[in-house]
């Protein structure tokens, strides 16, 4: 494990490792979600499948895969005559980093846990086996 956590860190990540990594997102998600950071203006889920020319259900799966993440937005839209669609926009990177920082904590404080339990349970037992001979 040490091995691979020092392999890991050795790498050379760039954020869209770090997005991959924490988050599990995929090369089209990142691709979708770079055109909604370059667009001014929200874009339905058929403007996002032209853009990344993919099929509207793989475009549609792939923007839920991002709002899931907290990467982006959906807004709805009403008609004046009744009726709704939805548009989606990227969230402000600055919410999304301090998620990330936030996520990054929690798991460093339950690593701090684990180990605090690790060092408990194998101390005693080293003990034990001192006491005994």
């Not at 392999?7 to 997005?19: N, P």
């Not at 990142?30 to 403007?47: A, K, N, W």
């Not at 009403?78 to 989606?88: A, D, I, R, T």
């Not at 990177?93 to 996520?103: H, I, T, Y």
Request: one cysteine or more.
């Amino acid at each position: 494990m040490a091995d691979a956590m020092s392999e890991y860190l050795k790498q050379d990540m760039q954020c869209e490792s770090l997005l991959e990594c924490v988050h599990g997102l995929k090369e089209l998600d990142m691709e979708i979600f770079q055109v909604l950071t370059e667009r001014s203006e929200p874009l339905t889920v058929d403007e996002v499948a032209e853009a990344v020319d993919r099929e509207r259900s793989t475009a549609y799966r792939s923007i839920q895969r991002l709002v899931q993440s907290g990467f982006v937005q959906k807004e709805q839209v009403n008609y004046e005559q009744g009726g709704y669609y939805h548009v989606f926009r990227p969230t402000d990177a600055d919410e999304v980093a301090d998620d990330m920082q936030r996520m990054l904590n929690d798991w460093y404080a339950k690593m701090g846990q684990l180990i605090s339990e690790f060092r408990e349970k194998y101390d005693q037992a080293g003990d034990r086996a001192a006491v005994e001979n």
